[in-house]
């Protein structure tokens, strides 16, 4: 697992651009009793059913901070939970959606 860095946040901005989840995760931040793991799997969900010719680029977003032994994409549901779980722990995921999301907007 690494930290969160600005190559990541451009990368979920691109996806998220090129999507039409803008909306849908939009208004997951908006929703403040949400925790960031229910954000982060909102904000996944969001972009693979917005354009799901983005999926394998989603899936090498997260696998490069998971940085597990196993593909994100190749997980169970429950480990994938873990790993969302693990990267909320790690991170400050509000504040990198955030920036991510005022990124995809202005680009």
Do not use: C, H, W
């Amino acid at each position: 697992m690494r930290k969160i860095i600005l190559k990541d946040a451009f990368a979920l901005s691109r996806i998220i651009k090129g999507s039409n989840a803008l909306a849908d995760i939009l208004k997951a931040y908006q929703d403040r009793g949400m925790t960031d793991e229910e954000r982060g799997v909102i904000v996944v969900q969001a972009l693979i059913y917005g354009l799901p010719e983005q999926e394998q680029q989603i899936y090498d977003l997260l696998d490069g901070i998971y940085q597990g032994a196993k593909s994100i994409g190749d997980m169970t549901l429950e480990e994938s939970a873990k790993a969302f779980k693990e990267i909320a722990e790690e991170n400050d995921l509000m504040a990198f959606f955030t920036r991510a999301l005022k990124l995809a907007q202005r680009i």
